[in-house]
């Protein structure tokens, strides 16, 4: 199986711009969930979807939003940009069933806001 | 609040064996992972304990103490390969929301 693919894997945007990241799960998978890595913040939880539904959410504010698709596929939408958002977004899937043991990342999106 | 420790760095020599120490304080507890990750890579799992004891796989094992809210990562026979962070995470309610610690990066020398 194809593992978890995100596109781009790379970006520069500036201040003030929006960006939309993608992500595609291990084929199967209907859980999906963001991340937001920095130095100084850590690993962070963003966000989940499973079946094309939000389950949970992370304390990120309003600019940050996502939606999945009946495919699995799933998007992140960074509104008005910040230089705070410079970070590696990660994104996770897994089959979906409870529990959070075992997800399976994506190699990352590594954003720099000028 | 919900937290989870991890010494910053760890340093040891090839063919040594370490420890990783993660302590957790967290509103819900549905197991306790490890991940590696290498220098800008995706974060890969390594092992999971949702009961007490030890789980071993291959040159890593993993401990677990439900009523300590402690758990560690120990590596056996270490590889230079196995120079990376390490992080903890503890799943958090019925969703695949994972909160991860803090991140330990160990440094293997030959």
């Known amino acids: 199986k194809a593992g978890v693919t995100q596109t781009p894997r790379y970006l520069i945007k500036t201040r003030g711009q929006q960006v939309t990241l993608s992500c595609s799960p291990i084929s199967g998978h209907r859980s999906v969930s963001w991340y937001q890595q920095t130095p100084g913040q850590g690993l962070q939880f963003l966000f989940e979807y499973f079946s094309e539904t939000q389950r949970n959410k992370g304390n990120f504010p309003g600019r940050f939003s996502g939606r999945q698709f009946s495919n699995s596929r799933s998007e992140m939408n960074v509104s008005t940009l910040e230089l705070g958002d410079s970070a590696l977004y990660l994104c996770a899937s897994r089959s979906g069933t409870s529990g959070g043991e075992t997800q399976y990342f994506g190699p990352g999106t590594r954003l720099l806001v000028l | 609040g919900q937290s989870l420790e991890q010494p910053s760095e760890v340093t040891a020599v090839e063919g040594a064996i370490v420890q990783i120490n993660c302590t957790y304080q967290t509103s819900g507890f549905y197991g306790l992972s490890w991940y590696q990750q290498h220098d800008g890579g995706a974060p890969t799992f390594l092992s999971y304990n949702a009961l007490d004891g030890l789980e071993e796989t291959g040159r890593f094992s993993s401990f677990l103490s439900r009523s300590d809210s402690y758990g560690y990562l120990l590596l056996q026979e270490l590889q230079m390969k196995d120079s990376a962070s390490y992080f903890c995470?503890?799943?958090?309610?019925?969703?695949?929301?994972?909160?991860f610690g803090t991140g330990t990066l160990l440094a293997v020398q030959p």
């Open positions: 995470a503890v799943g958090s309610g019925a969703t695949n929301k994972l909160i």
